[in-house]
């Protein structure tokens, strides 16, 4: 499954925004004094790192003033949703993040909402993904993988920090499916985040793990995995050893977007502010070297734009969800 995302700059917006710079003291309501940002898992997942790379960079670059962080997991990202819905009034200065999960844990009905209850601000990254084993695995690469599974069928475990039916096990499925595999046979081992799941390859209660990227490679200049495919169309510069699954043969690409959420019924003058900071991020030293920390991909996705891309991806999801019998 392949998503195209492509990033338009609004030439604009962003002067606008990069005015407020110094605009600020004469006017606070152009000013983003400060943000607090939900995190819809536990610390050291996708969600968290994104959250504070982005907090981060915001910071740095001087377009905020100061940035908070507040992890709460639980639901596969519902406690958070629902946090933002019926909170709504209370939450000012406060975006959380979301991905790919948003979209499919609402069709497999994980939690009752959807993107649709939120203010929607912007997608603004996107993450490989990438199947992982312990460095000090004697599986060394896909073949190596497939033949342990074949060996081994139901005892060798895949984990990933999604639920049944979510966004890891998906790519585990295309992957697999790709690789001439029944998608829906493999022994999918569910975590609530990716720091717990990759404790969990860590440990040895899992074989391989699904996570992102990013993640993956953090993992991996620590010494404490081997990255065996990226769900990328070629290799990734910013790790370019990491080899891709399309490489080996096995043709799946996808990108999992993360990207930006208001309580609903934020005004439009204050999502306004949030999008023109995010875009205007774009141009900062500081966000290029986020960035390419944490080898993510610049999209731009704001407002609409994001609305008609995340219907777009739900029923694109939805469609191979139930091909592959999740739904």
């Known amino acids: 499954m392949k998503m195209t995302m492509t990033r338009r700059v609004v030439l604009a917006a ?11 003291q004469a006017d606070d309501h152009q000013m983003l004094e400060q943000l607090h940002f939900i995190v819809p898992g536990g610390a050291g997942g996708g969600w968290d790192g ?29 406690v958070a949703i629902a946090h933002m819905i019926e909170n709504a009034e209370s939450l000012d200065n406060t ?9 499919i844990r609402s069709l497999t ?9 939120l203010t929607l601000v912007a997608g603004t990254t996107g993450d490989y993904a990438a199947i992982v084993v312990p460095a000090d695995s004697p599986i060394e690469d896909m073949d190596g993988l497939l033949a342990a599974y074949a060996e081994q069928g139901m005892d060798f475990a895949v984990g990933g920090g999604s639920v049944p039916g979510g966004m890891d096990h998906l790519v585990v499925a295309m992957v697999m499916r790709a690789a001439g595999e029944d998608p829906t046979a493999v022994n999918y081992i569910a975590y609530d ?34 990255i065996l495919g990226v769900t990328a169309p070629e290799r990734v510069p910013a790790y370019d050893t990491a080899p891709t699954f399309v490489e080996q043969g096995i043709d799946t ?17 204050k999502t306004a502010q949030y999008i023109a900071a995010l875009e205007a991020l774009y141009e900062t030293e500081a966000w290029e070297e986020v960035r390419a920390r944490n080898g993510w991909v610049n999209i731009w996705n704001p407002g609409e734009d994001f609305r008609t891309f995340l219907e777009a991806q739900e029923q694109e999801i939805g469609d191979l969800m139930r091909q592959l019998g999740f739904l």
Do not use: C, H, K, Y
Not at 95 to 103: D, K
Not at 193 to 210: K, N, Q, R, Y
């Open 193 to 226: 985040a990716g720091g717990e799941a990759m404790a969990g390859l860590l440990s040895g209660e899992i074989d391989a793990l699904s996570t992102g990227f990013s993640e993956a490679i953090a993992l991996a200049d620590q010494g404490e995995v081997r």
């Open 253 to 269: 690409t996808f990108i999992n977007w993360r990207g930006f959420f208001a309580p609903p019924g934020t005004s439009d003058e």
């Open 14 to 24: 962003a002067a606008a925004t990069l005015a407020f710079g110094g605009a600020a």
């Open 50 to 78: 994104a959250a504070r790379g982005t907090g981060e960079a915001l910071t740095e670059s001087g377009l905020v003033g100061s940035a908070s962080f507040e992890n709460m997991s639980g639901g596969g990202g519902g």
């Open 109 to 117: 009905g994980v939690f009752p909402q959807s993107f649709r209850d």
């Open 95 to 103: 975006l959380m993040v979301n991905s790919t999960p948003i979209v």
